[in-house]
């Protein structure tokens, strides 16, 4: 996660711009400064994702417990079937496209001699899973276009390309970590960075058994609880804070009201957290939490809420037999 330095490459088939330098190293550390200082404290979930976050995200996606990729993978795998999709020159543009596994599934669908045609927008947080995926994609598919793009999708939308013909994919209920007010705002913009008849591929958890839930974000590897602490470390990185991820207890349950799954970390021990240049330290209180991640569940009610902010209308919803997860493919109106 690279405020600071402008990274770009280009080759033949690939290319990568980050654009997170446009945003600044100064107003992330306010940023993150701002969610310390408030009441409870909170960190934004973006801030899991450096390299080793990545990774971690990328382990947990293959656990036992950890239905969800399990699941959109599947529904994922048979688009085809069930999506009327026009693939030729399409312009693949997918949020929070992290290790690219479930773009694979889609590009596996499309005809060998419309590959040319196709370019696919990766767009991440994290330029490491960018450069990985890249370069998976390109082995595994020679002749399609890739244009990798760093940026934050809350607050850079904008620098989207703006060419014809775009399907947008955002999966892994990545949309469920936002606020109801975030993911309103978030679908307005995109909503407005949309053209008629561009479309949108969104993977959304569906709100089920308590217990499946908590068991998906406690899993007995403690992966869970190790890409929830590393947030720290990446916390560390961007402001020069002294945490120490051994400080701190991975919290996950499912708040039923809100219906959400909330991930926390709890201080093991009072403590006081410095930072770098003249940044007035905090304290932490022994049992105090950090409020790390959100991860809202969804139901029928609200695929139609997320259509109206955006001005989609829902042309298929594509579910499991169990109702777990679903894919709902919008379409802009004008
Ligand atoms: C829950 S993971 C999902 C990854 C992948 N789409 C999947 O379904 O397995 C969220 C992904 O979104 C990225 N991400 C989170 N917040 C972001 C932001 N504000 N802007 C851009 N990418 C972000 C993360 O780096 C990560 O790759």
Same mark, same amino acid.
């Given at each position: 996660?690279?405020?600071?330095?402008?990274?770009?490459?280009?080759?033949?088939?690939?290319?990568?711009?980050?654009?997170?330098?446009?945003?600044?190293?100064?107003?992330?550390?306010?940023?993150?400064?701002?969610?310390?200082?408030?009441?409870?404290?909170?960190?934004?979930?973006?801030?899991?994702?450096?390299?080793?976050?990545?990774?971690?995200?990328?382990?947990?996606?293959?656990?036992?417990?950890?239905?969800?990729?399990?699941?959109? &993978?599947?529904?994922?795998a048979?688009?085809?079937?069930?999506?009327?999709?026009?693939?030729?020159?399409?312009?693949?543009?997918?949020?929070?496209?992290?290790?690219?596994?479930?773009?694979?599934?889609?590009?596996?669908?499309?005809?060998?001699?419309?590959?040319?045609?196709?370019?696919?927008?990766? =767009?991440?947080?994290?330029?490491?899973?960018?450069? &990985?995926?890249? &370069?998976?994609?390109?082995?595994?598919?020679?002749?399609?276009?890739?244009?990798?793009?760093?940026a934050?999708?809350?607050?850079?939308?904008?620098?989207?390309?703006?060419?014809?013909?775009?399907?947008?994919?955002?999966?892994?209920?990545?949309i469920?970590?936002?606020?109801?007010?975030?993911?309103?705002?978030?679908?307005?913009?995109?909503?407005?960075?949309?053209q008629?008849?561009?479309?949108?591929?969104?993977?959304?958890?569906?709100?089920?058994?308590?217990? =499946?839930?908590?068991?998906?974000?406690?899993?007995?590897?403690?992966?869970?609880?190790?890409?929830?602490?590393?947030?720290?470390? #990446?916390?560390?990185?961007?402001?020069?804070?002294?945490?120490?991820?051994?400080?701190?207890?991975?919290?996950?349950?499912?708040?039923?009201?809100?219906?959400?799954?909330?991930?926390?970390?709890?201080? &093991?021990?009072?403590? #006081?957290i410095?930072?770098?240049?003249?940044?007035?330290?905090?304290?932490?209180?022994?049992?105090?939490?950090?409020?790390?991640?959100?991860?809202?569940?969804?139901?029928?009610?609200?695929?139609?809420?997320?259509?109206?902010?955006?001005?989609?209308?829902?042309e298929?919803?594509? =579910?499991?037999?169990?109702?777990?997860?679903?894919? =709902?493919y919008?379409?802009?109106?004008?």
């Amino acid at each position: 996660m690279d405020y600071s330095k402008e990274a770009i490459l280009i080759n033949t088939q690939k290319k990568l711009v980050n654009h997170l330098p446009r945003i600044g190293a100064d107003k992330v550390k306010d940023e993150i400064l701002a969610g310390l200082r408030d009441f409870p404290k909170y960190i934004s979930p973006k801030f899991f994702y450096n390299e080793e976050g990545s990774e971690l995200f990328e382990q947990i996606t293959k656990l036992e417990e950890y239905y969800p990729t399990r699941i959109e &993978k599947k529904l994922i795998a048979t688009i085809s079937d069930n999506i009327p999709l026009d693939f030729y020159n399409l312009n693949i543009i997918e949020l929070g496209s992290g290790d690219s596994s479930k773009i694979s599934l889609l590009l596996n669908q499309i005809p060998e001699y419309v590959l040319p045609t196709i370019t696919y927008f990766p =767009v991440d947080i994290s330029q490491s899973a960018i450069e &990985k995926s890249e &370069k998976l994609i390109a082995e595994k598919f020679s002749t399609i276009h890739i244009h990798g793009i760093v940026a934050d999708f809350i607050h850079q939308l904008n620098l989207i390309p703006k060419t014809e013909k775009r399907l947008f994919c955002f999966f892994g209920s990545t949309i469920g970590n936002l606020t109801i007010d975030e993911v309103k705002k978030f679908m307005t913009a995109l909503g407005s960075e949309m053209q008629k008849g561009d479309g949108l591929l969104l993977g959304l958890d569906m709100i089920k058994d308590i217990a =499946v839930l908590e068991r998906a974000y406690n899993d007995s590897e403690q992966v869970t609880a190790n890409f929830n602490k590393n947030i720290l470390n #990446v916390v560390n990185n961007l402001t020069g804070s002294n945490f120490n991820t051994r400080d701190f207890e991975h919290l996950a349950f499912y708040n039923q009201e809100k219906r959400r799954i909330e991930m926390h970390l709890k201080a &093991k021990t009072d403590m #006081v957290i410095t930072f770098n240049s003249d940044t007035e330290a905090i304290f932490i209180k022994k049992g105090e939490c950090i409020h790390t991640e959100n991860s809202h569940k969804f139901n029928i009610d609200s695929i139609e809420n997320i259509s109206v902010w955006a001005d989609f209308h829902t042309e298929i919803i594509v =579910v499991d037999k169990n109702e777990w997860f679903c894919l =709902v493919y919008y379409k802009k109106n004008k």
